[in-house]
């Protein structure tokens, strides 16, 4: 294995570093485009059974540190998304993880099995977005949801299986751990935080949609706290994502536990170069701390 390969559930990825869902995944040329930037995977937008147009604008407000959006899942349903697929898969030249979102926990393995018999490495079950209730905090808060959306989509596939998780609940770790036991192959950690802004002056909230999901550095400390907890409760491997930036960032993920990390927000703001960044500046403190390979730094934080 080289230094920067990772086997997550036998998906190799190196380096092991994506896209997080949301950022530039439905169109195939911004597929292809994430895929070049140097990511050992490429993870698409959520997409569910149905064509969506999402929410009115305005959908993304700036906060401090960090973006605020309520794009209402948008996306073009599987039937149009599998003709997309088609024609990226071929160019991509990376696994890519198809991220896939449901109003009831069948509808995740609906819509798996519309694709799955395409060259997709895996797929990551949204189950976690702020804004829009019935896929999101109403979903993914309850147990025996998780537990459901997780079975379901397991009885689809043969493929790995990740589960994003919301950080708008009181027990992370207790649900990643509900999670494993309904037989997730990962835990994507974490979505956005569910999060506001107001407009003074018309005196009422920004978003059209009222709430929306906060993102970028803002919520990092949040994302580093739910991958140290989810480690030292689960045994599968925790995907870190919410507010990575730079390689002093990731290494702190891969610390806390992360096998991999996603990166998000950090694209909006510095362009798809942030990947090669973050690789280099990860290549240099292996070296100059001593480290065999990447793999060696996932945990480390948890030595006693
Ligand atoms: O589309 C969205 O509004 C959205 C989704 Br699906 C999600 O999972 N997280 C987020 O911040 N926005």
């Not at 559930?9 to 092991?16: D, I, Y």
């Not at 996306?75 to 030249?93: D, H, K, M, Y």
């Amino acid at each position: 294995m080289g230094k920067f390969e990772v086997a997550l559930s036998g998906m190799r990825l190196e380096p092991p570093i994506m896209n997080a869902s949301g950022v530039l995944g439905l169109a195939s040329s911004s597929l292809v485009m994430v895929a070049e930037a140097g990511v050992g995977a490429v993870v698409t937008k959520s997409i569910g059974l149905e064509p969506r147009a999402g929410n009115p604008n305005p959908t993304v407000v700036e906060a401090p540190c960090g973006l605020l959006n309520s794009m209402g899942l948008p996306n073009p349903g599987v039937e149009n998304f599998r003709v997309e697929l088609e024609e990226a898969l071929p160019r991509i030249g990376k696994p890519l993880i198809v991220s896939v979102f449901g109003f009831r926990p069948e509808e995740y393995g609906k819509v798996i099995r519309r694709i799955d018999d395409l060259p997709v490495a895996g797929f990551e079950l949204n189950v976690s977005c702020p804004h829009v209730g019935e896929v999101g905090t109403e979903l993914g808060s309850k147990p025996e949801n998780i537990r459901r959306v997780v079975e379901e989509a397991k009885a689809a596939t043969e493929k790995p299986v990740f589960i994003k998780l919301s950080p708008n609940v009181s027990d992370f770790a207790g649900l990643a751990k509900v999670a494993e036991e309904a037989g997730a192959d990962g835990i994507t950690a974490i979505n956005t935080v569910r999060a506001m802004a107001i407009d003074i002056e018309a005196g009422r909230p920004i978003l059209a949609g009222v709430f929306g999901g906060l993102s970028g550095p803002a919520i990092k400390p949040v994302a580093l706290r739910c991958v140290y907890e989810a480690y030292e409760t689960v045994g599968i491997p925790i995907i870190g994502c919410g507010g990575i930036s730079s390689w002093t960032d990731a290494v702190e993920f891969f610390m806390a536990g992360a096998s991999a990390i996603q990166v998000g927000t950090a694209i909006a703001y510095h362009g798809l170069e942030v990947f090669r960044h973050i690789i280099e500046g990860l290549a240099s403190y292996l070296e100059e701390h001593g480290f065999k390979s990447l793999r060696e730094l996932v945990g480390f934080a948890h030595r006693r």
